[in-house]
């Protein structure tokens, strides 16, 4: 099993030109920007932060990784398209939340015609056997020494990691990302020794928020931050812990309550000097 690592797609272009020196560019805010950083901490409080970190869109783009894994598990399956177009693909990974929703792009008799309509759907017996492929597919995939170079990391993680090794007790990831990519991508990239919870524990619990309350990090004393490049998965945590970050540089379309690479790492990085100064 060879991983195409010769594809290069804008999509890949625009992750990889972005350097450390877009964050810092990033930093010299607008009046509004400023009021935003001023704004998300209480600065007159010792606060004991607890951050979840979304994975995909947020920490990494690894829609190309996704984009090999169903070609990979399509190719020679009577029942799926192969040959799917990165740019078709991207389009669609816009509008979804969980693996499963790819048999909507790639079965040949259920192609949606409008996916704008995706979250619409209810996963039936197809969807989840299709969940179970793809799942397996990367599995297999994994095992390649070079799997890793698949996941481009976005300049928020380098930023972002000193901090995630030094205080990672502060930090936790939840993703709908099955676990063992996630810990092989952080050990890879020098940033494990995180907690990880992942499409395993959503599926025994029902939902992101659901893991969160089923550990009682939203009943805890901790002050917390979830960020996420998905408004549909951060809705739920509104009111529910005391900060919510829209990551724009992601998948999801940003708005103008969504935060920067750069205003992100100083909310973040300020929480982190509140506790121990």
Same mark, same amino acid.
């Given at each position: 099993?060879?991983?195409?690592?010769?594809?290069?797609?804008?999509?890949?272009?625009?992750?990889?030109?972005?350097?450390?020196?877009?964050?810092?560019?990033?930093?010299?805010q607008?009046?509004?920007?400023?009021?935003?950083?001023?704004?998300?901490?209480?600065?007159?409080?010792?606060?004991?932060?607890?951050?979840?970190?979304?994975?995909?869109?947020?920490l990494?783009?690894?829609?190309?990784?996704?984009y090999?894994?169903?070609?990979?598990?399509?190719?020679?399956?009577?029942?799926?398209?192969?040959?799917?177009?990165?740019?078709?693909?991207?389009?669609?990974?816009?509008?979804?939340?969980?693996?499963?929703?790819?048999?909507?792009?790639?079965?040949?008799?259920?192609?949606?015609?409008?996916?704008?309509?995706?979250?619409?759907?209810?996963?039936?017996?197809?969807?989840?056997?299709?969940?179970?492929?793809?799942f397996?597919?990367?599995?297999?995939?994994?095992?390649?020494?070079e799997?890793?170079?698949?996941?481009?990391?976005?300049?928020?993680?380098?930023?972002?990691?000193?901090?995630?090794?030094?205080?990672a007790?502060?930090?936790?990831?939840?993703?709908?990302?099955?676990?063992?990519?996630?810990?092989?991508?952080?050990?890879?990239?020098?940033?494990?020794?995180?907690?990880i919870?992942?499409?395993?524990?959503?599926?025994?619990?029902?939902?992101?928020?659901?893991? +969160?309350? #089923? @550990?009682?990090?939203? /009943?805890?004393?901790?002050?917390? *931050?979830?960020?996420?490049?998905?408004?549909?998965?951060? %809705?739920?945590?509104?009111?529910?812990?005391?900060?919510?970050?829209?990551?724009?540089?992601?998948?999801?379309? +940003?708005? #103008? @309550?969504?935060?920067? /690479?750069?205003?992100?790492?100083? *909310?973040?990085?300020?929480?982190?000097?509140?506790?121990? %100064?």
């Amino acid at each position: 099993m060879n991983i195409n690592h010769n594809v290069t797609t804008k999509h890949q272009l625009d992750s990889k030109t972005e350097d450390l020196g877009l964050v810092q560019q990033d930093q010299t805010q607008t009046n509004e920007q400023h009021r935003k950083l001023r704004c998300a901490l209480p600065q007159d409080l010792n606060i004991k932060p607890l951050i979840l970190l979304d994975f995909d869109g947020v920490l990494f783009n690894s829609a190309y990784e996704a984009y090999q894994v169903c070609e990979y598990m399509a190719k020679g399956d009577a029942h799926y398209r192969s040959g799917v177009s990165i740019d078709e693909f991207m389009d669609f990974r816009r509008q979804l939340t969980d693996a499963w929703q790819f048999c909507r792009l790639y079965q040949k008799d259920r192609v949606l015609s409008d996916i704008t309509q995706l979250h619409r759907i209810k996963a039936d017996q197809d969807d989840w056997h299709f969940s179970e492929l793809f799942f397996a597919a990367r599995a297999e995939m994994i095992k390649d020494n070079e799997w890793p170079k698949l996941m481009s990391p976005y300049p928020f993680f380098y930023q972002l990691r000193p901090l995630l090794t030094r205080h990672a007790d502060h930090f936790k990831i939840l993703s709908t990302r099955n676990k063992a990519s996630i810990q092989r991508t952080l050990e890879f990239f020098e940033a494990d020794g995180i907690e990880i919870y992942g499409q395993e524990d959503i599926r025994t619990h029902g939902s992101k928020l659901a893991v +969160a309350q #089923h @550990n009682h990090w939203l /009943q805890s004393d901790d002050y917390v *931050i979830y960020i996420d490049d998905m408004t549909s998965h951060l %809705r739920p945590f509104e009111a529910e812990v005391d900060l919510c970050l829209h990551a724009n540089w992601g998948y999801d379309q +940003a708005h #103008h @309550n969504s935060h920067t /690479q750069g205003e992100a790492f100083q *909310i973040i990085s300020s929480a982190i000097a509140l506790a121990y %100064r």
